[in-house]
């Protein structure tokens, strides 16, 4: 299943990681739900079964668009910025603070709980979490990334902090380990990101499509956080950073089953979030609509994400659907100058001082939650 919270970047995975992943699953998630974002090179073509009406879906992005887009860093890094320049930016407003090698982050491994010290659990997670060939900036990026992670994550209550796989983020333990990978994480030993002194959660995916998402519209439930509001991705490339699909309209009719009052007639979008990601939309019929949310199209279509613009192919000819946001589809965002690197804080605030995050660690009801990986 994949990870609503947690989805990896696609074709990032590693030969190591793909090998080791059947624990994952496919949130490709969430994930960066699903795996790592390895299955970003999947074919997005598909070819309706039957003529007639064909519904054309022109998407972006690869995960849930909140915080660390993971292709994203990757390009920041190639442009030179800096780990935390890249945390900057990503998670607005935030500082470098510390936490104790000697905290103990539990893991929930099939149906056991290791109990690994932070650093050990973190060279776990960034190499299967983000493709070791990747930049030292990029990679100690999400080894930050990753530790705060940890450190905010409650996701079994009192039992276990995280999940080994996308629920939460991807751990394969030493064997996934590598030489650059195990190197991004000493170089930022102890090192998490804060607002206003606590640790702040750090969610992340693959693949943001040019913009990120604010918090509270993409997890159902969740209150705004200042650290976690849309940012634009100048230097997100993808593969799965612009991608098309076509669903006959029986097709479509199938996959929303109980949402069709009579034949399939298409999709309207109703409201959308500070990029365009799809917060809610009706699904018509001939006899009327239903109304559902970005995250129910996104799962009962197959789709990469919600940030989606739908039309209707009939006859040669292709036709927007209506649109009730009035947003259309944005323009590359501008370059932009790194930001000032947070500073550093002494010394990590107290165990008992961190925070959980705000709504849970996984969206409403769905078990589920995380950040996302770059395999």
């Known amino acids: 299943m994949r990870s609503r919270y947690h989805r990896t970047p696609s074709p990032l995975r590693s030969t190591v990681f793909a090998a080791l992943c059947t624990v994952v699953g496919s949130f490709s998630l969430i994930l960066i739900a699903g795996g790592s974002a390895a299955s970003a090179a999947k074919a997005k073509a598909k070819q309706p079964a039957s003529s007639g009406k064909t519904l054309v879906i022109e998407g972006a992005g690869d995960g849930h668009g909140v915080g660390m887009s993971q292709w994203g860093a990757l390009g920041y890094a190639e442009h030179g910025w800096s780990a935390n320049a890249i945390l900057a930016h990503y998670y607005a407003g935030t500082a470098i603070g510390h936490v104790s090698k000697q905290h103990i982050v539990k893991v929930l491994v099939g149906s056991h709980v290791e109990k690994l010290p932070i650093e050990t659990y973190v060279k776990g997670v ?6 070791s060939s990747w930049p030292t900036a990029a990679l100690e990026a999400q080894a930050i990334a990753s530790r705060t992670y940890a450190l905010t994550s409650d996701a079994g209550g009192s039992r276990f902090d995280v999940y080994a796989d996308t629920r939460s983020q991807v751990y394969l333990g030493k064997a996934a380990e590598t030489p650059r990978s195990n ?4 170089a930022t030993e102890g090192e998490i990101v804060t607002y206003e002194g606590q640790p702040a959660i750090t969610f992340f995916f693959a693949s943001s499509g040019g913009m990120t998402e604010s918090v509270q519209n993409a997890f ?15 230097y997100e490339s993808g593969p799965l950073q612009h991608w098309t699909i076509s669903r006959s ?19 309207e979008v109703i409201k959308r979030g500070v990029s365009p990601r799809v917060l809610s939309a009706y699904v018509l019929g001939s006899k009327g609509r239903t109304e559902v949310s970005g995250a129910e199209l996104e799962a009962r279509l197959g789709l990469d994400s919600t940030w989606d613009y739908f039309s209707v192919l009939a006859g040669g000819k292709q036709k927007r659907e209506p649109d009730l946001s009035g947003k ?22 107290p165990a008992e001082e961190v925070i959980a995050p705000s ?12 950040g ?3 395999p």
């Open 249 to 267: 309209f029986s097709e479509a009719a199938s996959e929303l089953n109980g949402l069709v009052r009579g034949s399939f007639a298409g999709i």
């Open 126 to 131: 960034v190499a299967a979490e983000m493709p």
């Open 359 to 370: 709504g849970g660690t996984t969206p409403a009801g769905s078990g589920e939650g995380g």
């Open 220 to 234: 159902a439930g969740s209150l705004p956080e200042p650290w976690l509001k849309a940012v634009s991705d100048k």
């Open 183 to 186: 190197a991004a994480v000493k």
């Open 372 to 374: 996302v990986s770059a």
């Open 328 to 349: 259309q589809q944005p323009a590359q965002p501008l370059a932009e100058e790194p930001p000032v690197a947070p500073a550093a804080t002494p010394e990590a605030p």
